[in-house]
């Protein structure tokens, strides 16, 4: 499974930015999605995660601000982040988890500053 995310950028407080995942390769096994970020001397830390059921994990500190989502069609993993905050700046990087492994993107740069 191969993972590209992009759309990572420098934003001002408050604005959106949406994050896209393309997903590649044996993607049948997969029953997880997620999107993880780590900044600067912090531990990664998990955004969101949508099941192969359709439901939906957010962590706390981004609850009704960030949603995921996903494209079956177009094998695309979306995170939409609305209001962002100097806090959320981090490398972004999205999740494919099988049973047995985890699969990661090479990450994309989210930067909130005024």
């Known amino acids: 499974v191969q993972l590209q995310a992009s759309g990572g950028g420098l934003v001002q407080p408050g604005w959106s930015l949406r994050l896209s995942c393309a997903a590649s390769?044996?993607?049948?096994?997969?029953?997880?999605w997620g999107w993880y970020r780590q900044a600067p001397g912090k531990q990664r830390e998990s955004v969101a995660r949508i099941f192969s059921g359709g439901s939906t994990f957010y962590g706390d500190s981004v609850k009704g601000r960030f949603t995921i989502s996903r494209d079956n069609a177009k094998n695309t993993l979306f995170l939409q982040m609305n209001n962002l905050r100097p806090e959320d700046t981090a490398v972004y990087y999205c999740?494919?988890?099988?049973?047995?492994?985890?699969?990661w993107g090479q990450g994309t740069q989210v930067t909130v500053s005024s």
């Open positions: 390769g044996s993607i049948a096994g997969i029953s997880a």
């Open positions: 999740n494919a988890a099988t049973d047995r492994r985890n699969y």
